[in-house]
C-alpha cells in the first residue's frame, strides 16, 4: 500500500492499493510531470511488480512484471538491475554483478536536468533520458556499483 499525504494538514489524500506484497519505495515521475503534465507515482513492490499510478486519476496506469528514449531504472532481489523505456514498458538492459539484492539506485548527475529537477533524491526507482550516462546501485553485498549505462558494463566498485 502507498499513502498520499497532504504536508500542510498532515492528513492522507489518497490510498494506493495492488501490490501483493510490501512496498519498497515510491517516488514522484518527473518526467510525466514535465511531459505530460500529469501526477504519476510509481513504486516497487516485494511482489516483484513496479506499478505506475495516476493521482489525479487516481487509477493504475502501468504495471511492469519482470525486472520514447526516456528510460527509469530499478533494483531487485533478483540481483539485478533494469533499464526501462518508459513508452514502451519494457525491458532494454539488464546489469548484473551484485551477489545480493538491490536496495538503492540512482542516477548519474550528468543526467540531463530537464528530467530530474531534484539531484539530490536517490531511490530504488531513477527517471533518466539520453543524456544519462551512468547508474549507481547499492546493494546487501554491501557494495556501491557504478554502470555506463550504454555499455551495460560496470565502472567502479566501492566495498
Do not use: M
Not at 61 to 67: G, N, Q, R
Not at 92 to 103: S, V
Not at 111 to 136: F, L, R
Amino acid at each position: 500500500t502507498v499513502r498520499l499525504w497532504n504536508i500542510e494538514s498532515g492528513k492522507q489524500v489518497q490510498l494506493f492499493n495492488g501490490h501483493l506484497s510490501y512496498v519498497y519505495c515510491a517516488k514522484f515521475s518527473p518526467y510525466h510531470r514535465n511531459y505530460h503534465n500529469r501526477n504519476v507515482i510509481c513504486y516497487s513492490s516485494n511482489d516483484k511488480t513496479i506499478r505506475f499510478w495516476d493521482v489525479t486519476d487516481n487509477q493504475q496506469w502501468k504495471i511492469f512484471y519482470e525486472h520514447t528514449h526516456c528510460w527509469w531504472c530499478s533494483g531487485s532481489y533478483d540481483k539485478t538491475i533494469r533499464l526501462w523505456d518508459i513508452d514502451k514498458s519494457n525491458s532494454l538492459r539488464i546489469f548484473n554483478g551484485h551477489k545480493g539484492c538491490i536496495r538503492c539506485v540512482a542516477i548519474s548527475p550528468l543526467q540531463s536536468a530537464k528530467h530530474n529537477k531534484n539531484d539530490n533524491e536517490s531511490n530504488s526507482i531513477g527517471v533518466i533520458d539520453d543524456n544519462g550516462y551512468t547508474i549507481s546501485s547499492g546493494s546487501d553485498d554491501k557494495t556501491i556499483r557504478i554502470w555506463d549505462i550504454k555499455k551495460t558494463k560496470q565502472l567502479i566498485e566501492f566495498k
